[in-house]
């Protein structure tokens, strides 16, 4: 299955954004989803651009908020902008009813704006860990203040879901995971934390890659399928 689709074509799976990695090509995570339009939207409002990165090759590029349509990011800027705490949930309404519901996505973002991600990119990936980063502020390779404190994966030897809390894990020694079904253990490496700021997980797929390489399994082994 290609998940891959016309390049120049905004792509929608519910609010997600489906695009290649500007650098391998490969789909942005392994459900083959982008990210949240909303997000993207979010992030550009307040900075300018949206900083992500490719679950494949794990590089980080920028979506700048030019992918957007004319006067589309003011607008959804206006919208968030009535009601502050809900912010994102008022979007999400907005974009559904207004872009969804009536087939419009397309009028969301520029007609190249694929061609304007490449462009923005062109020069290669962004080295997170050399961008100046100053303690209090968001971590540029954990800037997503909604990462889990938590995740589950699938046991590979029996496929029950196993959730582990960040606070068991220690940043120096990992943690050792018994399954609570099969009991087998599995390890969890300190290298889940963020390197920069030792304060969050890294994200969900690169957490998982790190504990398969820990414990010489595959990756596709510790997805749990979908409940
Ligand atoms: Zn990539
Ligand atoms: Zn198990
Ligand atoms: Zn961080």
Not at 167 to 178: E, K, N, P
Not at 198 to 211: E, G, H, N, P, W
Request: aromatic share 10%.
């Amino acid at each position: 299955m290609s998940l891959l689709r016309r390049e120049n074509e905004p792509v929608f799976h519910g609010y997600f954004v489906q695009y290649a990695c500007p650098f391998c090509r490969g789909p942005k995570d392994m459900g083959g989803y982008g990210q949240s339009l909303i997000w993207i939207a979010t992030e550009c409002i307040a900075r300018g651009d949206a900083l992500t990165s490719c679950s494949s090759c794990e590089q980080h590029f920028r979506i700048p908020g030019r992918i957007f349509a004319n006067g589309v990011l003011h607008e959804l800027a206006t919208i968030a902008k009535r009601d502050e705490e809900q912010g994102a949930d008022t979007l999400w309404s907005y974009v559904q009813s207004k872009y969804v519901a009536t087939n419009n996505q397309r009028h969301l973002l520029q007609d190249n704006w694929y061609q304007i991600l490449l462009d923005a990119n062109r020069a290669g990936p962004v080295d997170v860990a050399a961008m100046p980063w100053k303690p209090g502020q968001p971590c540029p390779l954990c800037t997503d203040a909604r990462f889990p404190i938590a995740f589950t994966y699938a046991c590979p030897y029996c496929k029950h879901r196993v959730s582990v809390p960040q606070q068991v894990i220690d940043m120096t020694r990992g943690v050792l995971v018994a399954c609570p079904n099969c009991m087998r253990q599995l390890s969890v490496p300190p290298s889940v934390w963020c390197p920069k700021c030792s304060r969050a997980l890294l994200d969900y797929y690169s957490v998982l890659r790190r504990i398969a390489g820990a414990n010489g399994v595959d990756l596709h082994q510790l997805i749990p399928e979908e409940p």
